[in-house]
């Protein structure tokens, strides 16, 4: 099975930070990987899918890269309201694993 | 638009059965593969289910293999999830989930199910 390593599993960032939040995958997973964003109580929303392809809607502060075994979600500007948390997602092979997330708090 | 609606979840005791369903509307469910995750209190995100789409193969995650079956029925747009020998360790929020829906439509609402006695 393939390990998804998310870091850190938790921050605290001020409004206005840059954040980057890192997956690591225990074999190569091409770019067969997807970040979502989880707020309390609500349904996971998919920001980017296919490593770094932005899903429509989604604000152009969030980024992804990476291929391989090293993915990265970044929030160039970080806005009250992407305080949640975020997970990713490699889909290369079964069973698909996710990250254990990671929770950015209000410092 | 692409509408995922799961029920059947509730109250069960440990060795209990529950099926699960996820009626699907607004895309041709039939072309698609679909899958279940489930979310304990608390907890991340946890894959344990998918199918193929016309229902011939599936795969599972170890924690659930030998006890919950996936299934669809491609002519009621309806996914099922036969969830047997529930242990305390099931309880969760069952999603459904479908990669290829448009993001914001992926997912349904999510279903509890809580395995107590």
């Not at chain 1, 990265?72 to 290369?92: G, M, N, V």
């Not at chain 2, 990669?99 to 006695?117: C, H, K, N, R, Y």
Request: net charge neutral.
């Amino acid at each position: 099975d393939i390990q998804m390593t998310q870091s850190p599993s938790a921050m605290s960032a001020s409004v206005g930070d840059r954040v980057t939040i890192t997956c690591r995958a225990s074999q190569g997973i091409n770019n067969y990987l997807v970040w979502f964003q989880q707020k309390p109580g609500k349904v996971p929303k998919r920001l980017i899918s296919d490593a770094s392809s932005l899903q429509s809607g989604v604000p152009s502060r969030f980024s992804g890269s990476g291929s391989g075994t090293e993915f990265t979600l970044t929030i160039s500007s970080l806005q009250p309201e992407d305080f949640a948390t975020y997970y990713c997602l490699q889909h290369k092979s079964y069973p698909w694993t996710f990250g254990q997330g990671t929770k950015v708090e209000i410092k | 638009e692409v509408q995922l609606v799961e029920s059947g979840g509730g109250l069960v005791q440990p060795g209990g059965s529950l099926r699960l369903s996820c009626a699907a509307s607004g895309f041709t469910f039939s072309n698609y593969w679909m899958h279940w995750v489930r979310q304990a209190p608390g907890k991340g995100l946890v894959w344990i289910s998918r199918i193929n789409s016309d229902g011939t193969g599936t795969s599972y995650a170890d924690s659930v293999k030998g006890r919950f079956t996936i299934s669809r029925d491609n002519a009621r747009n309806t996914l099922y999830l036969q969830m047997n020998s529930l242990r305390v360790e099931d309880t969760a929020v069952y999603y459904c989930f479908c990669l290829e829906a448009p993001a914001g439509e992926d997912w349904g609402q999510g279903t509890l199910v809580t395995v107590s006695s």
